[in-house]
T-cell receptor, first 116, second 111 residues
């Protein structure tokens, strides 16, 4: 089945630094990928929709200058958390839809970001 | 987007069927019902989806009412590894439609 690889699985960074998270579709092409954030004991919150070759579409309340999304190829989308602060500590998850129209969306295994 | 309502938590005995309900009374004609589950600290896993007919796969069965205002996910023989948060989501059929997660049901399968 479709596989989405997300790296790193966990990262600790200092406050004020930037962190990049990669999301790769391993065996299919994805024109659209999605980025979610999940705080403890809460549901997944959609942050943005990443479209290959064009600008990402951000959900209301999500700062596009803080959460930079790049989708330069059909198999790779990146999320960069710029000038990270402790309140950005969260579980970040990406998802991709098979361009051939498979039955569902495939999710990455998530990235646990801790900002100290 | 149509919204869903699920009970926050449920218990199920190991080996028994787990029946997880979902209300989606405002679902539109072109919206599918999707079910995902999330085991602690992992990404969500696709389970099953349907439009109006009942569906079955190796993981579960999906029963959708005739008026499509509610559905039930059935895990026929729950195991301890089925302990997870189960999300019922409705979304349009067009490609690229985003998945909006509600609060889900936390299913605890007990020995």
């Amino acid at each position: 089945g479709a596989v989405v690889s997300q790296h790193p699985s966990r990262v600790i960074c200092k406050s004020g630094t930037s962190v990049k998270i990669e999301c790769r579709s391993l065996d299919f092409q994805a024109t659209t990928m999605f980025w979610y954030r999940q705080f403890p004991k809460q549901s997944l919150m959609l942050m943005a929709t990443s479209n290959e070759g064009s600008k990402a579409t951000y959900e209301q309340g999500v700062e596009k200058d803080k959460f930079l999304i790049n989708h330069a190829s059909l198999t790779l989308s990146t999320l960069t958390v710029t000038s990270a602060h402790p309140e950005d500590s969260s579980f970040y998850i990406c998802s991709a839809r098979d361009v051939q129209g498979s039955d569902g969306y495939t999710f990455g295994s998530g990235t646990r970001l801790t900002v100290v | 987007d149509a919204k869903t309502t699920q009970p926050p938590s449920m218990d199920c005995a190991e080996g028994r069927a787990a029946n997880l309900p979902c209300n989606h009374s405002t679902i539109s004609g072109n919206e599918y019902v999707y079910w995902y589950r999330q085991i602690h600290s992992q990404g969500p896993q696709y389970i099953i989806h349907g439009l109006k007919n009942n569906e079955t796969n190796e993981m579960a069965s999906l029963i959708i009412t005739e008026d499509r205002k509610s559905s039930t996910l059935i895990l026929p023989h729950a195991t301890l590894r089925d302990t997870a948060v189960y999300y019922c989501i409705v979304r349009p059929s067009y490609q690229g439609g985003k998945l909006i997660f509600g609060q889900g049901t936390e299913l605890s399968v007990k020995p």
